[in-house]
């Protein structure tokens, strides 16, 4: 019982932390779901954002930003693309502000400032931490 005592939380906590998804189980954000930054553009880069699969928010979709406005909800386990224009671009993440549930209380907003060359990829993944909440960083993907 002790033994259970002491694993049980340690359970609970590393199931809140979110882990990338293999290639394979990753979904496109469906078109209803993308809101912006769809077309494409001369002298545009491309912005890439994987949400990784967790416990955590699981059933919440989060609002993906550019420039402060709303560009996708994504839901765990999806991938969005967007085109934008060179420059430096905000990116972020926000609460789904057209989610009726507990989702949409509370606050959230990570942004990255991201200068974008015309051509580019750049690719960024939505995490979700026990301790830290929701965050978007750059994706480093494995080698």
Known sequence: MRLISAI?????LAGCSSFRADPEHVKQV????????QE???????IVVNRDLGMMGGGCYV?????RQVAAR???????????????RVVGITLDKQD???????RLLRELAVPVTAGETYAFRIVSE???GFDIRPDMPKP
Request: charged share 15%.
């Open 130 to 132: 026990n301790q830290g």
């Open 100 to 106: 009726d549930t507990l989702c949409s209380m509370g």
């Open 30 to 37: 469906p078109a209803d779901r993308l809101l912006a930054f």
């Open 63 to 67: 609002a993906i930003e550019v420039d």
């Open 40 to 46: 494409v553009r001369e002298g545009a880069g491309q």
């Open 8 to 12: 049980l939380p340690l359970l609970l």
């Open 74 to 88: 994504i839901g765990v386990g999806e991938v969005a693309s967007f085109q934008v224009p060179a420059g430096t």
